[in-house]
């Protein structure tokens, strides 16, 4: 950061790109630097207007850019953009010209070495043309490659927060859980839940996780699904088919997650209540876009792993495909 005042964290989805900056560098350079967070959505240039504290949501782009600067020679170190999921500019904003306005005011704001801010995106390396797509951004960016934990750091993410709170975990469930999720892109996600689940069938009494509550789990690969049945099962029949329309605009065809406003989903004939549910069990997450909810998936390999979700994908596919050739 020194001396890139661009610099996109580069990985698979699942990774830990969040994370690693959420919890690790802003958490450092919060001491001597200020920082302000993003994510893009629907309309990235409001979002990044919205982010300084003015009275007016203006947004100018040369205004913009000296309130970013005036702020970043205020702070201590200079001020620091985080941009969660730059894919967002792509994939969410469907104005060409919005996304271009956008890339030009980061790109003016963080225009060298000596400039008061500073840039962090995180962005998926299967979108990573992102950063060379528009001209502000082209050439500008250091590129850091976040790559998926070794086998080694996989298991000290298992054992040590364990050991800190005084639980064992039985060694044949490191060596499973680590053998499952090695050189997967979502590693971190599946072990992360897979560990939540564990913690809950723990053995209170002798502080320790077996490896008979870890079979009885089904595993990495099981965990997630097994648990997304248990709570689908536990629905209504109304509801269970609500849970399919739902996800059908959750998830694209091709696995990839799709944030929807809450209240367009929650227009569905009996989605509100089954809406809450799954939010509730942790399938589906909510977060705030400039002052909406709104809805995804918890990841992208809840649409990998399971096998109802997949299989409601490929018959909505070929429902699709038949249409198309009924109409052709």
């Not at 490896?211 to 099962?233: F, K, M, P």
Request: proline content about 6%; charged content about 25%; overall charge negative.
């Amino acid at each position: 950061l020194v001396r890139a005042p661009l610099l996109a964290v580069l990985g698979p989805s699942g990774v830990g790109k969040s994370s690693f900056i959420h919890a690790g560098v802003v958490p450092r350079l919060g001491e001597q630097h200020r920082i302000l967070t993003m994510r893009p959505g629907r309309h990235p240039m409001h979002v990044l207007a919205s982010l300084p504290p003015v009275s007016s949501d203006s947004q100018d782009e040369t205004a913009l850019v000296a309130r970013l600067r005036e702020l970043g020679e205020r702070a201590q170190r200079g001020l620091v953009i985080v941009v969660d999921q730059l894919e967002e500019l792509v994939t969410l904003c469907a104005d060409p010209a919005e996304r271009t306005r956008f890339a030009e005011t980061l790109a003016a704001a963080a225009d060298g070495p000596s400039a008061p801010v500073r840039v962090v995106a995180t962005l998926r390396d299967d979108f990573a043309t992102v950063i060379e797509g528009e001209a502000a951004f082209r050439g500008r960016f250091e590129v850091f490659v976040l790559a998926t934990p070794p086998p080694e750091a996989l298991r000290r993410i298992v054992v040590e927060p364990a050991r800190r709170a005084a639980v064992a975990v039985d060694n044949q469930v490191v060596d499973d859980m680590v053998a499952e999720v090695a050189g997967r892109p979502a590693s971190l996600p599946l072990l992360s839940f897979t560990a939540s689940q564990l913690w809950q069938s723990r053995d209170k009494q002798g502080r320790r996780i077996t490896h008979d509550a870890y079979l009885a789990l089904g595993g990495v690969a099981g965990a997630l699904a097994t648990y997304a049945d248990q709570i689908y099962a536990s629905l209504a029949r109304r509801d269970q088919d609500t849970v399919r329309d739902l996800f059908a605009r959750l998830v694209a065809a091709d696995g990839t997650r799709i944030p929807s406003p809450r209240g367009e989903l929650e227009e569905l004939p009996g989605a509100r209540g089954v809406l809450a549910h799954l939010i509730d069990a942790r399938l589906l997450v909510v977060r705030d876009d400039d002052g909406k909810d709104v809805v995804e998936i918890v990841h992208e390999c809840l649409a990998e792993r399971w096998p109802r979700l997949a299989r409601w994908r490929s018959e909505d596919a070929a429902d699709r495909e038949l249409l198309g050739d009924v109409h052709a």
